[in-house]
């Protein structure tokens, strides 16, 4: 191979301004550190877990709130110290395009709000971290993910189990083989809900019932520890309280397959407390966790003996990892498209409820 | 009303022939405390488990051997002191009708020759005692059933687990409504099955795979703790050694509701160790045992601590009931109907797998 003296000096020259050109870059995010973070919704959720993790993130910063309670503002204003330029309302949010000092919007809101959100914050410009479940639909989840897409900004779900140790642990022990091919997952969540009033039981903001609130723990510990993403489901629904559960379901157990010949078996319910878990077993041991997706107090056992790890503020990692994905310019692990997955697998359950049918999931 | 002198004479006279009858077959049960067993079928759980539990029951003996392997003969009838007029093999062993020292013949044979070996101890004027599952088929079941009610025989089969102290504690209380309404089970069992060339990897002997052999303990424990027969079921298989796993179900796992709404998920498998197993959970509270289905060792957990209770011999346990039973003259509780029953869900977890729907048990 020659190359033509104008082509080497080309090249140089362009390899040159390149390398300039990044070195600058290295600079500008070697000086930024921080991600400002925006919280939409400052219900119990954002005020019990997100505000206070957001005290412990090394890169993750609470710089803004947007809520639809005027009586907040002052509160978390003062509370936080978050100038008042950086708090809106849902009418006003969208002026959030020419602020600079967010970067991050974290859309905790009832999940029939996520889409809109997130879709009107990737048109203002920023970075969106939305809660599980994604959207109350794939459709939204698509919606969604194109949104992010076209305006150039990053998207991430608020899988927090998957920053946690004992379940990075789990996973790793999965899929290194250790315990075997894998055969079998039971994974279940569930807890028993107070409050009939609330929106989780309103079909049009929580999209469904158990299974879209908690029962998706299960679903993601069921994708996570495999890396697959399940073939088909079948799954049937109970309900004892069909007054309070009127809109979204109450009980659900389902099975579902993965292309490996994985074979699952799940639960969710609002009814009762008690299954907070999961358990894999390979063809020469298996391990666990229990309780699985508190927020606290994560324990675990194996056939080789307890699975210990220091206990994490799993939202401050979550929103680290999101933050220097931002930074590094890198995509999240916790992206759009897995909450999309998620979505997809949970249609089907549901579709198999309905039809009495064993349900393929459909593809990304 | 008005009776002739004729009438009350003769139906006192009648009440007084009864009235003796009766009082000479009270002495005649007064007299015998004890029930004569032969084992039909001399394999491991004969030879491990159910001679030596003969040895420790108060109500049941061992006093005859059926085998087709001529060298066990002597080896037992030494081992056992078993009279050679006791001693049968599969080609005479309908002349044990002339054999007035066997009661009751405990069919422990692979599961394809339950029926015949029902049937003939039946018709040669045995109860019978019967291994689970109770047969390849519910239509099997159904003429065993029929079988020894033609010979008026008592047929119960070997639900060992219904007799242990844990599961009568665990159904005790979930029925006593302890733990407000039932809202799920969560029941599985399986091992890593060994020798790949014997009968239960057979499907005329075994009639299925790990479902057959002990999911049906899964199975059991649904249908103990609530007192429910199965409405519907959905369910899955996946084979990861289909050679090893030609003829029979390696992994299965099912839903399963109940009438009541109580919404079960469970598993099975031949592929590996590690679930032996239910949990309960009701409004309120919720008790579990693992493990569940052992022969010993049997361990409990609930809501409100540790639940320990003496181990015992569950072999001794079931023959000395079925020979109360028998003194008696009452139905076992673990009877043919009930054995029914379980291969009725069974069938319809195998029909849910081949046609993927939701599919109906039949009512026995």
């Given at each position: 191979m020659t190359l033509s003296r104008r082509t080497m000096l080309g090249s140089t020259a362009a390899l040159t301004a390149s390398t300039l050109l990044s070195q600058a870059n290295a600079r500008a995010a070697d000086e930024k550190t921080t991600v400002n973070f925006a919280l939409v919704g400052l219900g119990s959720l954002s005020t019990n877990q997100i505000a206070p993790a957001l005290q412990k993130t090394k890169h993750a910063k609470l710089a803004g709130i947007v809520t639809?309670?005027?009586?907040?503002e002052k509160i978390w204003a003062d509370k936080y110290?978050?100038?008042?330029?950086n708090i809106y309302n849902y009418e006003n949010f969208d002026k959030i395009a020419a602020n600079d000092n967010i970067d991050v919007v974290y859309i905790v809101l009832p999940n029939g709000m996520h889409k809109e959100f997130t879709v009107r914050g990737a048109n203002a410009g920023k970075h969106v971290l939305c809660e599980?479940?994604?959207?109350?639909?794939s459709a939204d989840c698509r919606e969604m993910i194109a949104a992010c897409k076209q305006n150039n900004r990053k998207l991430a779900v608020g899988y927090r189990c998957q920053f946690e140790p004992h379940h990075l642990y789990c996973r790793e022990t999965v899929q290194s083989g250790k315990y075997g091919p894998l055969h079998a997952i039971e994974a279940g969540f569930g807890f028993k809900i107070?409050?009939?009033?609330?929106?989780?039981?309103?079909a049009d903001l929580a999209g469904g019932g158990a299974l879209m609130d908690v029962g998706i723990y299960a679903l993601q510990a069921c994708r996570f520890l495999t890396g697959e993403e399940p073939v088909a489901v079948t799954a049937q629904e109970t309900k004892m309280n069909p007054k309070k559960f009127a809109e979204v379901d109450e009980t659900i157990t389902w099975t579902m397959t993965m292309p490996s010949g994985v074979n699952c078996y799940c639960s969710t319910s609002y009814?009762?407390?008690g299954i907070n878990r999961f358990n894999a077993y390979g063809q020469s041991g298996w391990l666990g966790l229990d309780?699985?997706?508190?927020?606290?107090g994560i324990k675990g056992e194996s056939k080789d003996g307890p699975i210990q790890f220091d206990q994490i503020d799993q939202f401050a990692a979550e929103m680290d990892a999101f933050a220097k994905c931002i930074l590094e310019d890198r995509q999240s692990s916790v992206s759009g498209e897995e909450g999309l997955r998620d979505l997809l697998a949970i249609e089907a359950i549901y579709e198999s409820i309905q039809s009495g049918k064993r349900t393929q999931v459909q593809k990304a």
């Amino acid at each position: 191979m020659t190359l033509s003296r104008r082509t080497m000096l080309g090249s140089t020259a362009a390899l040159t301004a390149s390398t300039l050109l990044s070195q600058a870059n290295a600079r500008a995010a070697d000086e930024k550190t921080t991600v400002n973070f925006a919280l939409v919704g400052l219900g119990s959720l954002s005020t019990n877990q997100i505000a206070p993790a957001l005290q412990k993130t090394k890169h993750a910063k609470l710089a803004g709130i947007v809520t639809g309670t005027p009586e907040k503002e002052k509160i978390w204003a003062d509370k936080y110290s978050i100038k008042p330029e950086n708090i809106y309302n849902y009418e006003n949010f969208d002026k959030i395009a020419a602020n600079d000092n967010i970067d991050v919007v974290y859309i905790v809101l009832p999940n029939g709000m996520h889409k809109e959100f997130t879709v009107r914050g990737a048109n203002a410009g920023k970075h969106v971290l939305c809660e599980k479940p994604m959207a109350n639909s794939s459709a939204d989840c698509r919606e969604m993910i194109a949104a992010c897409k076209q305006n150039n900004r990053k998207l991430a779900v608020g899988y927090r189990c998957q920053f946690e140790p004992h379940h990075l642990y789990c996973r790793e022990t999965v899929q290194s083989g250790k315990y075997g091919p894998l055969h079998a997952i039971e994974a279940g969540f569930g807890f028993k809900i107070g409050d009939p009033n609330q929106w989780r039981l309103k079909a049009d903001l929580a999209g469904g019932g158990a299974l879209m609130d908690v029962g998706i723990y299960a679903l993601q510990a069921c994708r996570f520890l495999t890396g697959e993403e399940p073939v088909a489901v079948t799954a049937q629904e109970t309900k004892m309280n069909p007054k309070k559960f009127a809109e979204v379901d109450e009980t659900i157990t389902w099975t579902m397959t993965m292309p490996s010949g994985v074979n699952c078996y799940c639960s969710t319910s609002y009814a009762f407390n008690g299954i907070n878990r999961f358990n894999a077993y390979g063809q020469s041991g298996w391990l666990g966790l229990d309780p699985a997706y508190s927020y606290k107090g994560i324990k675990g056992e194996s056939k080789d003996g307890p699975i210990q790890f220091d206990q994490i503020d799993q939202f401050a990692a979550e929103m680290d990892a999101f933050a220097k994905c931002i930074l590094e310019d890198r995509q999240s692990s916790v992206s759009g498209e897995e909450g999309l997955r998620d979505l997809l697998a949970i249609e089907a359950i549901y579709e198999s409820i309905q039809s009495g049918k064993r349900t393929q999931v459909q593809k990304a």
